[in-house]
């Protein structure tokens, strides 16, 4: 993987954090932790991974148990040898603790196991703490877990199957997930704050801009826009077949970052047969690859709902919306809405927002969701808003896709890493079970967040891939019911 120095620092904080770090210090590290996950964009290629010192054998093959059932896994030596000496740590929703051990593969293999007795999302962490010659780490004395660096800030460990390259392995299980209930109660008001924001902006005309650019396509009309929305301005891409003719839509929304879109992408989307509409998450040019917007922008007005930097962003994909409608060349039927982590975050909120409006939402490892859940046993992933702020608990719950979910209309495809630090798949599951209408949830009991382990997570992508075929006939999306 392609990663910075910096970057290299922020993905360690999950592991460490398992390992017990104490709280002030991961309220330290979740800000340096959005920090430098917002500069990940979207990585595509990585190294060859590292050779793999442990294997995994789950008990039941499809990482789903019933209440009651014993999860677990039979660990083995991997291809390369085992060097170091594992312990783990089994923990509800990435969070409880549920119980600890040390492998022993002295006889070949050992087990890891543990009965489900509530709905829940098991994960195990299993982290090295010493070299089998009995030798500790360098500058570290007392079995530190694989998270923890030397002073020159290299991994004291290598390997692992969590795309850190620092040693530590994860597998994760789900228990009764379709049974997962909400954390934290939906505001009262929720409903009555978003429905007043859409109407205060339904008042703003959309006075749309386009500007040509070239596509790079034969037969791609390319253009940039940009639309007056309530408090700012959205901007994006829009490209369509370069003919007459009414075309199904899709809106795609973005991952975290700040960066440029890419043009070539959505003209390439547009080449098989969509009016795609690409928006930007913030408001500046699509162009731009800054545009002035810090990199800690999802923790700014944290603390107060009408400031945070989620209510423009949501209400931004809305005008996007509205913009959709007034487009002679949309066949006024389809809608879909797509996005990975962020942009799943914003496409669940947008379906919620616009329900009436929405054919389908595809969506892969979603962000967001869950934002309480570190006050209530559960393992909240990014924008990580700090648990330790009562203001910050009570905004969060105004963004989260969790509390859209109830309002969703279309039927929902969310793919989800069993083993992910950054959608929690907990957090996935439990907005799901909002939705009144056909979800179809996708496991993936191998992936951590597509970024760490982008060739585990492409399950979710071509099955997106199968959906949009099929809707671009005039199909309607039918979800595959889990088994």
């Avoid at 590290?29 to 996950?37: D, E, K, R, S, Y």
């Avoid at 692992?160 to 954390?183: C, D, E, F, M, Q």
């Amino acid at each position: 993987m392609i990663v910075t120095k910096s970057m290299n620092f922020a993905l360690l904080i999950p592991a460490s954090e398992a390992s017990g770090t104490r709280q002030s210090a991961r309220h330290r590290t979740l800000q340096l932790m959005v920090a430098a996950l917002l500069t990940i964009g979207s990585i595509y290629g990585q190294h060859a991974p590292p050779p793999q010192q442990l294997l995994f054998q789950t008990y039941h093959a499809s990482g789903m148990y019933e209440l009651g059932d014993t999860v677990g896994w039979i660990v083995s030596p991997g291809p390369a040898a085992p060097t170091y000496a594992y312990k783990w740590t089994i923990r509800r929703n990435n969070s409880v603790v549920l119980k600890e051990g040390k492998l022993d593969l002295s006889s070949g293999k050992d087990k890891i196991e543990i009965v489900g007795d509530q709905p829940e999302m098991i994960y195990v962490a299993i982290e090295p703490y010493g070299n089998l010659s009995g030798d500790m780490t360098p500058g570290d004395q007392s079995a530190a877990p694989a998270s923890d660096s030397t002073q020159t800030g290299a991994p004291a460990f290598v390997g692992g199957n969590t795309g850190r390259n620092n040693g530590l392995y994860a597998v994760g299980a789900a228990v009764a997930p379709s049974k997962i209930g909400l954390s934290s109660p939906r505001p009262e008001d929720f409903d009555a704050f978003w429905d007043s924001k859409l109407a205060a902006q339904s008042k703003i005309p959309i006075n749309p801009m386009v500007t040509p650019v070239q596509s790079g396509i034969p037969g791609i009309d390319l253009n940039m826009f940009v639309l007056d929305a309530l408090g700012s301005k959205a901007h994006g891409y829009v490209a369509k077949p370069a003919r007459e003719g009414k075309f199904p839509a899709i809106i795609q929304l973005q991952y975290a970052g700040v960066y440029a879109l890419n043009a070539g992408a959505v003209a390439q989307r547009a080449a098989d047969g969509w009016l795609v509409i690409n928006v930007d998450a913030h408001d500046k040019p699509p162009s731009d690859p800054s545009g002035g917007i810090p990199k800690t922008y999802a923790t700014l007005g944290n603390t107060d709902r009408e400031k945070s930097y989620f209510l423009n962003m949501y209400l931004r994909d809305s005008r996007a919306v509205d913009y959709l409608l007034t487009r002679p060349d949309w066949d006024g039927k389809t809608i879909v809405l797509m996005g990975g982590s962020q942009g799943g975050q914003q496409s669940l909120a947008l379906a919620g927002l616009r329900s009436d409006k929405i054919s389908a939402v595809l969506v892969c490892v979603p962000a967001g969701a869950d934002t309480n859940g570190d006050l209530h046993g559960r393992r909240a992933g990014f924008p990580f808003w700090p648990s330790s702020d009562p203001q910050a608990m009570k905004t969060a719950l105004y963004f989260d896709p969790v509390n859209f979910a109830s309002r969703i209309k279309a039927p929902v495809l969310a793919g989800m890493g069993f083993i992910d630090t950054i959608a929690p798949p907990a957090g996935i599951w439990t907005t799901l079970n909002q939705i009144p209408g056909p979800t179809e949830p996708l496991p993936m009991i191998e992936s951590e967040h597509d970024n760490f382990t982008p060739e585990k997570g492409r399950a979710c992508p071509a099955r997106t891939q199968e959906i949009l075929n099929s809707l671009r006939t005039g199909a309607p999306f039918k979800p595959t019911v889990l088994k």
